[in-house]
């Protein structure tokens, strides 16, 4: 079995097992950790050439669609990075949860998240990606609402699912149009056609759909609303999906789709655009916050800002600046996400003026939690510092406006991550709780991530200059013409860089120390809640409008669809009218016949006594019958007498029980019904008179008449066709009167055994 | 014959829909009756009305009406019964457990809705 | 090709049910008959698709009587594929009623009435010829009626009074088509319409006969605007019936649309092909907006019945081989999920009481097995990957998107969206929050859950093996495309 395969499936093949565990088994945890740990071995194994990079997977080829693998370095490198950061959460969260939380639940879902987020950055169909992305979404539901019984819970889970899941379908939509241009959803085969894809029509709007896919999984503006709520969810999923990995499916797909896509000239600046007004306004958002992870969970949107605009180009040097950051920041923020979770823990509040001092107590939680924001400040010597450095060079060759705009991101981060190293450090209250150091099992995960970020600014090349420089060329098909560096000469990158910390601490200083601005609720939450409001006040408003309930509006609803369809079909298609029908001549016999029919129907409407309506509905049967027998029809004579003489007694004994009899209760709408009425019955006659005239075939009829006596071996035509040609007919309808005589039974016998039992 | 058959079938079909179209019970039963009466009538014209003898083969070679219809007919009349049947046991139990024939009292929407 | 195997579809739940009228007294004896009755009408539904996907079309003539002057029954891939469906779904409907009908209701023929049900659904199904058509409808309905009326509470009594009365307006509209039909063909065999049909454009009468036929099938079918009885309906009965309806019933009009619409309704027509993609776009989005309005499980399932109509109907309106193929595959992609969770709403009624979200509560903690099911059904029916939702629903888009139908596209976007949001409304108020303090452990719920999980595991393999599905679909599609080939097949078969 192909490493691949195996290490994508394990999380799969886990995630249900782990269902069996009882529920304070913290070996659930282990399994799951040990599964990352297991991935990640054959992620190596791969890297290293000693097992295929490609699997192929059929699912349904007629379609298009297969599930197959393809590990190309850039897959790796994001492979490599979940399965790693996922270890590290599994094990953190082994000893983190509470021991009556409900581990097998929990773990499960991480492992399905982690099957799905693996499933995202191998497949090589665009479908099977899609799938998979849609799957990340639903197992961030189920973590955000782990602890369900949480209103906030639900709320968050929901709104997360509401947002990506909409975008999630643009973006489906946009494929389908991609696949169809492109005629392949193989993403291999769709990089070489992106000229196709840039001469047609549908380029445009099926890019705009992607990048709606991408803003609202990656929580860009318009679309940030949904990362703040999800904190709710419990500290280790936070890292894991909402800092290090989920919310990065929108950089991978734009660092997988870019060489596509980037042909259509929206693609790049439309991205960029987003990503850099995301990272200046969430960065100052996050410097407003005083929940620790609401902070963080601003700040990672800002940073997602970052990366994606540095993937937006899909060039090579910036798609490598790109990658190293978004390492850097899963390694930093991850790590973040999981030292507020200890504090949590330890101190009961995740709120930043609540805290005592830090530094003395939880020396080392305190030291890890500023190395790391030092790190997103972009503080030589850390892993963002080498990173930051790439942006700003980025962008300070690019129009003013938007590296003004950079800067400020810049600024506004280095204050945030100030307000928090030094914040926490004396503590905003002297007298506020005080934990202390948790246990190694609880350090040791953070502290690695801390290790790394620091490892990736001393020495960035040797630590990730190969993979980097591999994915990247995966990525865009060139290769980098630069390699990291910690010092990169003085040059106007340095002095801004040193410009944006120096006034993020100024800012800090003189300005957030002394008053920190309220956080208000976000324009886009009042938004999302009351378009959610709206819709469901209206959907009831407008079904309450039409569900009545009351059976003479909705038989004229049927009534006015049938009447109005006929009449505006029958005017289109040029019905005409005709009377070519030669029936037989009718006699005074006939003619009294159907006048007393007559009189007899017009009587119904008029009968002021139950029993007279009875009766005339019985007089009308009658004269049928006798029109029946006058038309040659002895059979249908006879059995018509038979039913309404059984009717018609069968109507008195079931209606003796009724109130007085009520004539016209509804008056306001009795003239349409008349209208309706009248256009039913006319219309009807009219029909009919029509399809006889213009009879375009001979019936099959006399097929029966032929064939009655010699065949079949009867006289009685009618009775022939009852019992023989047509004997399945009669099985039906024998059958329709057994059945309707068993459930009369058992209607009323039900019903006299609860009058009894009353 | 055809045009006083038609006439009929008109006036069947019109009743039938207007007391359908009514909020008293028995109104809406007697209704269906003469609806399924008129289309019963509109079955019986589709055959032509003649002019022709019974189709009861044997009793010479006259011409005989289209006998399908007639089938079609008595297949209908007897379904439709054993469905008024059962039409008039669900008014009545209807009428014994809400004790209204009102359908305007009968509109079965909930507090919850 | 001649083969008596289609009969038996109807003859074998036929006989099962007349059976199970004697055994009434025995409910354990009752189960078990039906249960075998079903087994053994699965195995030949089976039968008939492996038949007629190795040899065609198979036709049955009864009495040996050729088409057009006898019956017919005519079993393509759309019937054979439509009646093994049926037939999976009414056996696992039946093993969950088995334990969760009270006797009440069992020694009161619910046996009989369901086997009836199934023998007009699958004569439906099988029928070629348009009056018997009616005729296994009358079997269907009349039996539906007994089934929502069994027990006798208010409630079911008068919307079963509304329901019947609503079918016998539209039975009447049936026979008035049908008279027009004859009246202006003078046949009423599909195969033989098929030839003589087309004859009718020129005078408008075609047209005519198809908006009849169209609001027949459309009232059966629940299609906009005449969907309004159904709501209602499905609530009063006990709710493991609800799901066999919900699965099942309207299905049968949608597949009469499908049969009679590419037959002779569509071929020659400007204006049945828009009307339907249409109705289809507002069926699915006013029912969608139904179910947001609602706040009891069942009812919300209910809107959402006529909701997923649309997209079957946005297939045969779209009309290209993978549309069709595409709204097939989402028929019985419906059928399995909407009865699954049509019986997880029986189950959690079971445990809890009630189908009032409001009232409900944390039955992801009291039942985790009955969650995961829903979760799955509920994506699946929201057309969420990788599920059998999703691969009816890609098909549909990309059908719609290569035919050009923009609106119905979008709207179908939409209201998948809607729908995943109302699925989430029923799993954050019935299956998270507290556990609702009334729980009730009642007996039977293995085999319950058993009978949810066969079905939502058949939707995971419809989904992950779409590509077993996908021939039998794409014979189905094709055979409606070419109503002459199957005109031809069905009037020049003779007795071997």
Same mark, same amino acid.
């Given at each position: 079995?192909?490493?691949?395969?195996?290490?994508?499936?394990?999380?799969?093949?886990?995630?249900?097992?782990?269902?069996?565990?009882?529920?304070?088994?913290?070996?659930?945890?282990?399994?799951?950790?040990?599964?990352?740990?297991?991935?990640?071995?054959?992620?190596?194994?791969?890297?290293?050439?000693?097992?295929?990079?490609?699997?192929?997977?059929?699912?349904?080829?007629?379609?298009?669609?297969?599930?197959?693998?393809?590990?190309?370095?850039?897959?790796?490198?994001?492979?490599?990075?979940?399965?790693?950061?996922?270890?590290?959460?599994?094990?953190?969260?082994?000893?983190?949860?509470?021991?009556?939380?409900?581990?097998?639940?929990?773990?499960?879902?991480?492992?399905?998240?982690?099957?799905?987020?693996?499933?995202?950055?191998?497949?090589?169909?665009?479908?099977?990606?899609?799938?998979?992305?849609?799957?990340?979404?639903?197992?961030?539901?189920?973590?955000?609402?782990?602890?369900?019984?949480?209103?906030?819970?639900?709320?968050?889970?929901?709104?997360?699912?509401?947002?990506?899941?909409?975008?999630?379908?643009?973006?489906?939509?946009?494929?389908?149009?991609?696949?169809?241009?492109?005629?392949?959803?193989?993403?291999?085969?769709?990089?070489?056609?992106?000229?196709?894809?840039?001469?047609?029509?549908?380029?445009?709007?099926?890019?705009?759909?992607?990048?709606?896919?991408?803003?609202?999984?990656?929580?860009?503006?318009?679309?940030?609303?949904?990362?703040?709520?999800?904190?709710?969810?419990?500290?280790?999923?936070?890292?894991?999906?909402?800092?290090?990995?989920?919310?990065?499916?929108?950089?991978?797909?734009?660092?997988?789709?870019?060489?596509?896509?980037?042909?259509?000239?929206?693609?790049?600046?439309?991205?960029?655009?987003?990503?850099?007004?995301?990272?200046?306004?969430?960065?100052?958002?996050?410097?407003?916050?005083?929940?620790?992870?609401?902070?963080?969970?601003?700040?990672?949107?800002?940073?997602?800002?970052?990366?994606?605009?540095?993937?937006?180009?899909?060039?090579?040097?910036?798609?490598?600046?790109?990658?190293?950051?978004?390492?850097?920041?899963?390694?930093?923020?991850?790590?973040?996400?999981?030292?507020?979770?200890?504090?949590?823990?330890?101190?009961?509040?995740?709120?930043?003026?609540?805290?005592?001092?830090?530094?003395?107590?939880?020396?080392?939680?305190?030291?890890?939690?500023?190395?790391?924001?030092?790190?997103?400040?972009?503080?030589?010597?850390?892993?963002?510092?080498?990173?930051?450095?790439?942006?700003?060079?980025?962008?300070?060759?690019?129009?003013?406006?938007?590296?003004?705009?950079?800067?400020?991101?810049?600024?506004?981060?280095?204050?945030?991550?100030?307000?928090?190293?030094?914040?926490?450090?004396?503590?905003?209250?002297?007298?506020?709780?005080?934990?202390?150091?948790?246990?190694?099992?609880?350090?040791?995960?953070?502290?690695?991530?801390?290790?790394?970020?620091?490892?990736?600014?001393?020495?960035?090349?040797?630590?990730?200059?190969?993979?980097?420089?591999?994915?990247?060329?995966?990525?865009?098909?060139?290769?980098?013409?630069?390699?990291?560096?910690?010092?990169?000469?003085?040059?106007?990158?340095?002095?801004?860089?040193?410009?944006?910390?120096?006034?993020?601490?100024?800012?800090?200083?003189?300005?957030?120390?002394?008053?920190?601005?309220?956080?208000?609720?976000?324009?886009?939450?009042?938004?999302?809640?009351?378009?959610?409001?709206?819709?469901?006040?209206?959907?009831?408003?407008?079904?309450?409008?039409?569900?009545?309930?009351?059976?003479?509006?909705?038989?004229?609803?049927?009534?006015?669809?049938?009447?109005?369809?006929?009449?505006?079909?029958?005017?289109?298609?040029?019905?005409?009218?005709?009377?070519?029908?030669?029936?037989?001549?009718?006699?005074?016999?006939?003619?009294?016949?159907?006048?007393?029919?007559?009189?007899?129907?017009?009587?119904?409407?008029?009968?002021?006594?139950?029993?007279?309506?009875?009766?005339?509905?019985?007089?009308?049967?009658?004269?049928?019958?006798?029109?029946?027998?006058?038309?040659?029809?002895?059979?249908?004579?006879?059995?018509?007498?038979?039913?309404?003489?059984?009717?018609?007694?069968?109507?008195?004994?079931?209606?003796?029980?009724?109130?007085?009899?009520?004539?016209?209760?509804?008056?306001?709408?009795?003239?349409?019904?008349?209208?309706?009425?009248?256009?039913?019955?006319?219309?009807?006659?009219?029909?009919?008179?029509?399809?006889?005239?213009?009879?375009?075939?001979?019936?099959?009829?006399?097929?029966?008449?032929?064939?009655?006596?010699?065949?079949?071996?009867?006289?009685?035509?009618?009775?022939?066709?009852?019992?023989?040609?047509?004997?399945?007919?009669?099985?039906?309808?024998?059958?329709?009167?057994?059945?309707?005589?068993?459930?009369?039974?058992?209607?009323?016998?039900?019903?006299?055994?609860?009058?009894?039992?009353? | 014959?055809?045009?006083?058959?038609?006439?009929?079938?008109?006036?069947?079909?019109?009743?039938?829909?207007?007391?359908?179209?009514?909020?008293?019970?028995?109104?809406?039963?007697?209704?269906?009756?003469?609806?399924?009466?008129?289309?019963?009538?509109?079955?019986?014209?589709?055959?032509?009305?003649?002019?022709?003898?019974?189709?009861?083969?044997?009793?010479?070679?006259?011409?005989?009406?289209?006998?399908?219809?007639?089938?079609?007919?008595?297949?209908?009349?007897?379904?439709?019964?054993?469905?008024?049947?059962?039409?008039?046991?669900?008014?009545?139990?209807?009428?014994?457990?809400?004790?209204?024939?009102?359908?305007?009292?009968?509109?079965?929407?909930?507090?919850?809705? | 090709?001649?083969?008596?195997?289609?009969?038996?579809?109807?003859?074998?739940?036929?006989?099962?049910?007349?059976?199970?009228?004697?055994?009434?007294?025995?409910?354990?004896?009752?189960?078990?008959?039906?249960?075998?009755?079903?087994?053994?009408?699965?195995?030949?539904?089976?039968?008939?698709?492996?038949?007629?996907?190795?040899?065609?079309?198979?036709?049955?003539?009864?009495?040996?009587?050729?088409?057009?002057?006898?019956?017919?029954?005519?079993?393509?891939?759309?019937?054979?594929?439509?009646?093994?469906?049926?037939?999976?779904?009414?056996?696992?409907?039946?093993?969950?009623?088995?334990?969760?009908?009270?006797?009440?209701?069992?020694?009161?023929?619910?046996?009989?009435?369901?086997?009836?049900?199934?023998?007009?659904?699958?004569?439906?199904?099988?029928?070629?010829?348009?009056?018997?058509?009616?005729?296994?409808?009358?079997?269907?309905?009349?039996?539906?009626?007994?089934?929502?009326?069994?027990?006798?509470?208010?409630?079911?009594?008068?919307?079963?009074?509304?329901?019947?009365?609503?079918?016998?307006?539209?039975?009447?509209?049936?026979?008035?088509?049908?008279?027009?039909?004859?009246?202006?063909?003078?046949?009423?065999?599909?195969?033989?319409?098929?030839?003589?049909?087309?004859?009718?454009?020129?005078?408008?009468?075609?047209?005519?006969?198809?908006?009849?036929?169209?609001?027949?099938?459309?009232?059966?079918?629940?299609?906009?605007?005449?969907?309004?009885?159904?709501?209602?309906?499905?609530?009063?009965?006990?709710?493991?019936?609800?799901?066999?309806?919900?699965?099942?019933?309207?299905?049968?009009?949608?597949?009469?649309?499908?049969?009679?619409?590419?037959?002779? @309704? !569509?071929?020659?027509?400007?204006?049945?092909? /828009?009307? $339907? #993609?249409?109705?289809?776009?507002?069926? +699915? %989005? &006013?029912?969608?907006?139904?179910?947001?309005?609602?706040?009891?499980?069942?009812?919300?399932?209910?809107?959402?019945?006529?909701?997923?109509?649309?997209?079957?109907?946005?297939?045969?309106?779209?009309?290209?081989?993978?549309?069709?193929?595409?709204?097939?595959?989402?028929?019985?992609?419906?059928?399995?999920?909407?009865?699954?969770?049509?019986?997880?709403?029986?189950?959690?009624?079971?445990?809890?009481?009630?189908?009032?979200?409001?009232?409900?509560?944390?039955?992801?903690?009291?039942?985790?097995?009955?969650?995961?099911?829903?979760? @799955? !059904?509920?994506?699946?029916?929201?057309?969420? /990957?990788? $599920? #059998?939702?999703?691969?009816?629903?890609? +098909? %549909? &888009?990309?059908?719609?998107?290569?035919?050009?139908?923009?609106?119905?596209?979008?709207?179908?976007?939409?209201?998948?969206?809607?729908?995943?949001?109302?699925?989430?409304?029923?799993?954050?108020?019935?299956?998270?929050?507290?556990?609702?303090?009334?729980?009730?452990?009642?007996?039977?719920?293995?085999?319950?859950?058993?009978?949810?999980?066969?079905?939502?595991?058949?939707?995971?393999?419809?989904?992950?093996?779409?590509?077993?599905?996908?021939?039998?679909?794409?014979?189905?599609?094709?055979?409606?495309?070419?109503?002459?080939?199957?005109?031809?097949?069905?009037?020049?078969?003779?007795?071997?």
């Amino acid at each position: 079995m192909p490493a691949v395969f195996l290490a994508a499936a394990l999380p799969f093949v886990v995630s249900p097992i782990l269902l069996l565990f009882r529920r304070p088994d913290r070996r659930a945890g282990l399994l799951s950790a040990a599964a990352c740990a297991g991935a990640f071995a054959c992620f190596v194994s791969v890297a290293l050439g000693a097992s295929p990079a490609t699997v192929a997977l059929p699912w349904i080829g007629p379609l298009g669609l297969s599930f197959s693998l393809h590990a190309d370095p850039l897959a790796l490198f994001f492979a490599l990075l979940i399965t790693g950061v996922g270890f590290l959460v599994a094990a953190f969260a082994t000893s983190y949860l509470d021991s009556n939380e409900n581990f097998p639940r929990f773990f499960s879902f991480l492992m399905l998240f982690t099957g799905s987020m693996l499933g995202v950055v191998l497949s090589s169909n665009l479908m099977a990606l899609f799938v998979f992305w849609e799957m990340t979404s639903f197992s961030s539901f189920l973590l955000i609402g782990f602890w369900h019984h949480r209103e906030r819970s639900r709320y968050g889970a929901l709104k997360a699912l509401v947002v990506t899941g909409s975008g999630g379908l643009a973006m489906l939509l946009g494929f389908i149009m991609v696949g169809i241009v492109c005629g392949s959803f193989e993403i291999a085969v769709l990089a070489e056609r992106g000229a196709l894809l840039a001469a047609n029509p549908w380029a445009t709007p099926a890019v705009l759909l992607i990048i709606a896919g991408v803003l609202t999984k990656s929580a860009q503006l318009p679309f940030h609303l949904w990362l703040p709520s999800a904190m709710e969810a419990p500290t280790p999923v936070s890292a894991f999906l909402h800092a290090a990995t989920m919310v990065k499916a929108g950089l991978f797909m734009v660092a997988r789709l870019g060489p596509l896509l980037s042909v259509v000239p929206l693609w790049t600046p439309t991205l960029a655009l987003f990503g850099l007004l995301t990272m200046t306004w969430c960065g100052w958002l996050a410097l407003r916050q005083k929940d620790l992870k609401a902070l963080l969970a601003f700040s990672t949107v800002s940073q997602l800002g970052l990366i994606l605009v540095l993937l937006a180009p899909a060039e090579p040097d910036t798609t490598a600046a790109g990658l190293l950051h978004l390492l850097n920041h899963a390694c930093f923020k991850g790590a973040l996400f999981l030292l507020v979770g200890v504090l949590e823990h330890e101190l009961h509040t995740r709120d930043l003026s609540l805290m005592g001092p830090l530094r003395r107590n939880m020396p080392f939680t305190w030291l890890l939690i500023a190395l790391a924001a030092l790190s997103m400040a972009g503080v030589p010597p850390m892993g963002g510092f080498v990173s930051k450095e790439l942006f700003l060079d980025h962008l300070l060759n690019g129009h003013p406006l938007l590296a003004l705009l950079a800067v400020a991101g810049a600024v506004l981060t280095a204050a945030y991550c100030f307000a928090l190293a030094a914040g926490l450090a004396a503590g905003r209250r002297p007298d506020g709780p005080r934990g202390q150091d948790p246990s190694l099992s609880l350090l040791l995960p953070p502290a690695l991530l801390v290790a790394a970020t620091v490892g990736l600014g001393i020495f960035p090349d040797q630590l990730v200059g190969a993979p980097v420089a591999a994915a990247t060329l995966a990525a865009t098909g060139s290769s980098v013409t630069g390699h990291f560096a910690v010092w990169h000469g003085a040059g106007p990158s340095l002095w801004t860089s040193a410009f944006a910390v120096s006034m993020g601490l100024a800012l800090w200083w003189g300005w957030w120390q002394k008053r920190v601005p309220p956080a208000s609720t976000l324009i886009a939450d009042r938004v999302y809640d009351h378009a959610l409001e709206q819709l469901e006040t209206r959907a009831r408003r407008l079904t309450a409008s039409y569900m009545s309930g009351i059976l003479w509006r909705y038989c004229s609803v049927i009534l006015l669809t049938v009447i109005v369809g006929v009449a505006v079909v029958a005017a289109s298609q040029g019905f005409v009218i005709q009377d070519g029908w030669s029936s037989r001549h009718a006699g005074p016999w006939d003619l009294a016949v159907c006048a007393t029919a007559i009189l007899a129907a017009l009587a119904t409407l008029k009968a002021r006594t139950r029993l007279a309506a009875i009766l005339a509905l019985g007089a009308s049967g009658f004269s049928l019958a006798l029109m029946f027998a006058l038309s040659a029809a002895p059979d249908l004579a006879l059995t018509q007498i038979m039913v309404e003489t059984i009717s018609v007694p069968l109507f008195l004994a079931v209606f003796a029980f009724l109130p007085p009899y009520q004539v016209d209760r509804v008056r306001r709408a009795r003239p349409l019904h008349a209208v309706l009425a009248v256009a039913a019955g006319l219309g009807t006659a009219l029909l009919l008179a029509a399809s006889r005239s213009q009879r375009v075939a001979e019936p099959i009829s006399s097929f029966f008449v032929e064939k009655s006596v010699d065949a079949a071996g009867g006289h009685n035509v009618v009775n022939v066709i009852l019992v023989d040609f047509r004997a399945l007919d009669t099985l039906g309808e024998i059958t329709v009167l057994g059945v309707a005589a068993i459930a009369c039974y058992a209607i009323i016998k039900l019903l006299s055994e609860k009058e009894a039992g009353r | 014959m055809h045009l006083a058959v038609l006439t009929v079938v008109a006036v069947f079909i019109t009743c039938g829909v207007y007391l359908l179209l009514d909020r008293t019970l028995l109104r809406v039963v007697i209704g269906l009756g003469l609806l399924s009466n008129g289309v019963n009538l509109a079955l019986l014209a589709s055959g032509g009305l003649g002019p022709g003898a019974a189709p009861i083969l044997g009793h010479g070679s006259a011409a005989i009406v289209d006998p399908l219809p007639q089938a079609l007919i008595l297949t209908a009349i007897v379904i439709g019964f054993g469905v008024t049947a059962l039409l008039l046991t669900l008014a009545f139990a209807s009428y014994q457990s809400q004790l209204s024939d009102d359908l305007e009292d009968l509109h079965g929407r909930l507090d919850d809705e | 090709m001649m083969n008596n195997l289609c009969v038996l579809p109807v003859v074998i739940p036929m006989a099962t049910g007349v059976l199970l009228m004697l055994t009434q007294a025995r409910p354990a004896l009752s189960r078990a008959i039906a249960i075998s009755g079903n087994i053994l009408s699965l195995g030949v539904a089976l039968a008939l698709v492996e038949t007629v996907r190795a040899d065609g079309i198979q036709v049955l003539a009864f009495g040996n009587w050729p088409a057009p002057f006898g019956i017919v029954f005519t079993v393509d891939m759309l019937s054979a594929l439509m009646v093994a469906v049926t037939m999976v779904v009414s056996t696992a409907t039946l093993l969950f009623a088995s334990v969760s009908l009270d006797d009440l209701h069992k020694k009161n023929f619910f046996y009989p009435l369901f086997q009836f049900l199934l023998m007009g659904v699958n004569g439906a199904f099988l029928t070629g010829d348009l009056f018997n058509l009616f005729v296994w409808f009358e079997v269907l309905l009349v039996s539906s009626y007994g089934l929502m009326a069994l027990g006798s509470q208010a409630y079911q009594l008068q919307e079963t009074f509304k329901y019947l009365v609503i079918n016998a307006l539209s039975s009447a509209l049936f026979l008035i088509g049908v008279a027009l039909i004859y009246g202006a063909t003078g046949t009423l065999n599909m195969a033989d319409l098929v030839f003589k049909f087309p004859a009718l454009a020129d005078s408008g009468m075609a047209g005519v006969i198809a908006v009849i036929f169209l609001v027949v099938f459309g009232i059966k079918g629940a299609l906009f605007p005449l969907y309004v009885w159904l709501p209602r309906a499905y609530y009063g009965p006990p709710t493991v019936i609800s799901g066999l309806f919900g699965g099942l019933l309207t299905k049968v009009g949608v597949y009469a649309l499908f049969r009679t619409v590419t037959l002779f @309704f !569509a071929p020659g027509s400007t204006f049945v092909l /828009p009307l $339907l #993609s249409f109705v289809a776009g507002a069926t +699915m %989005l &006013l029912g969608v907006l139904g179910a947001l309005s609602q706040w009891d499980f069942k009812r919300i399932l209910s809107y959402h019945i006529v909701s997923q109509i649309g997209y079957m109907i946005m297939g045969l309106a779209i009309y290209t081989p993978l549309a069709l193929a595409g709204g097939i595959f989402y028929i019985i992609h419906h059928i399995l999920v909407k009865t699954s969770l049509f019986l997880v709403a029986g189950a959690v009624e079971k445990r809890y009481g009630t189908t009032n979200l409001r009232a409900l509560g944390g039955a992801a903690d009291g039942s985790p097995l009955l969650a995961t099911l829903f979760m @799955f !059904a509920g994506l699946a029916l929201a057309g969420a /990957p990788p $599920l #059998s939702g999703f691969v009816a629903k890609f +098909m %549909l &888009l990309r059908s719609g998107l290569e035919a050009a139908n923009h609106l119905v596209v979008a709207v179908s976007l939409v209201v998948s969206f809607l729908t995943l949001y109302s699925m989430m409304k029923i799993y954050r108020y019935a299956f998270w929050r507290q556990e609702a303090e009334n729980a009730i452990v009642v007996q039977g719920e293995p085999v319950r859950t058993f009978a949810i999980a066969a079905l939502v595991t058949l939707s995971l393999v419809l989904g992950l093996g779409g590509a077993i599905l996908l021939p039998y679909v794409e014979i189905a599609a094709a055979q409606l495309l070419d109503p002459v080939a199957w005109g031809t097949v069905v009037l020049e078969a003779r007795v071997r």
